[in-house]
């Protein structure tokens, strides 16, 4: 298997990127994982629609650091004019390439015709692909899933699409929109996607460890994966695939201490950049994510949220390694 990958002009090392997630991948967390070895990062999703009619929230969204590098912008829509003028708009942040959001479950985002809907209208996809690739000079990437529903698993179909279209490469989440994310991701239709484009293919889904890793890479015949859920509370995760994909090596978890301290650093930077109110909220779910499997963990999880302050989030850190002073 070759150990670089070619996505337009990027030449990526083979390995694990930082899957999109809405409310979670904001820019404190993308460098996090970069830092670890995620071999690049993707925006929150952003509204096409909300950019191209200037709504407040959304240039937050694309706000990212060097340090995120490789770094995409992901947009979602379902008017190919509007994904267009979006995507120019996007272009102008400095971005490295930008990714389409085809395979979000949420009903939020399905009910208005993008995300996952787009899987049930295959050739609307394909003119939001060649549309998005006539407006930009940037590489243009696809993330979507097995299939809107058991009944219609048209991963290899879409993909074809998408690669007719112009796509420079695809992520492709193995699991349909009415899974939403129960079961198991398929690999095999992974895979079947693979065999069936001529240009790179992600596999998503279910990894959380370095085997996990190995396993995707094996089974889908993929150069590159994606992590989400598996990063939550444990960015360190992409220093364990480089690891167990380079020779083997199992690397444990940094020691209580130190994913205290990741927390912290992690909650600081949300706070510089949205404000402390805003960014306690938003941090109530990161601190339980990093606490699961500690011990006491259920308490600790019930108090980091009604986390109000930064200096609480401290308070408990403290208390949290003084009463478990052997993890």
């Known amino acids: 298997m070759p150990t670089t990958v070619q996505i337009g002009p990027l030449t990526l090392p083979r390995g694990a990127a930082l899957a999109p997630m809405a409310g979670v991948a904001d820019s404190p967390f993308r460098q996090l994982c970069r830092e670890?070895?995620?071999?690049?990062?993707?925006?929150?999703?952003?509204?096409?629609?909300?950019l191209c009619y200037s709504d407040r929230k959304t240039p937050s969204l694309m706000a990212f650091s060097e340090a995120e590098r490789p770094f995409a912008v992901q947009l979602f829509g379902n008017e190919p004019a509007t994904m267009a003028q979006a995507a120019k708009l996007a272009a102008q942040t400095g971005a490295d390439f930008i990714d389409l959001?085809?395979?979000?479950?949420?009903?939020?985002?399905?009910?208005?015709?993008?995300?996952?809907?787009?899987?049930?209208?295959?050739?609307?996809?394909g003119e939001i692909v060649r549309a998005v690739k006539e407006a930009v000079?940037?590489?243009?990437?696809v993330k979507f899933r097995k299939g809107w529903d058991d009944s219609s698993e048209?991963?290899?179909?879409?993909?074809?699409?998408?690669?007719?279209?112009?796509?420079?490469?695809?992520?492709?989440?193995g699991r349909t929109r009415q899974q939403m994310y129960a079961g198991q991701a398929d690999y095999a239709c992974i895979r079947a996607v693979r065999a069936s484009v001529p240009i790179p293919v992600i596999a998503n889904g279910d990894v959380a460890s370095g085997p996990d890793a190995l396993r995707i890479l094996e089974e889908t015949g993929c150069p590159l994966l994606m992590v989400g859920r598996?990063?939550?509370g444990a960015p360190w995760v992409f220093a364990q695939i480089a690891a167990y994909l380079e020779d083997g090596t199992l690397l444990p978890p940094p020691p209580l201490e130190e994913r205290l301290s990741l927390l912290l650093r992690q909650v600081t930077m949300m706070c510089a950049e949205?404000?402390?109110?805003?960014?306690?909220?938003?941090?109530?779910?990161?601190a339980a994510w990093y606490l699961k499997g500690l011990r006491g963990a259920a308490s600790y999880r019930r108090e980091s949220s009604s986390l109000s302050t930064l200096d609480d989030l401290k308070r408990?850190?403290?208390r949290i390694l003084k009463e478990n002073p052997a993890e």
């Open 36 to 50: 670890f070895g995620a071999i690049f990062t993707v925006s929150e999703m952003v509204s096409s629609k909300g």
């Open 101 to 125: 959001n085809m395979g979000c479950p949420a009903p939020k985002i399905t009910n208005g015709g993008g995300g996952s809907a787009l899987m049930k209208s295959p050739r609307l996809a």
């Open 137 to 141: 000079s940037l590489p243009v990437t």
């Open 154 to 173: 048209n991963a290899v179909e879409f993909a074809c699409i998408c690669a007719e279209n112009g796509a420079d490469a695809l992520t492709v989440h």
């Open 230 to 232: 598996g990063a939550l």
């Open 274 to 286: 949205k404000g402390e109110h805003a960014a306690l909220r938003e941090a109530r779910k990161h």
């Open 316 to 318: 408990l850190s403290e």
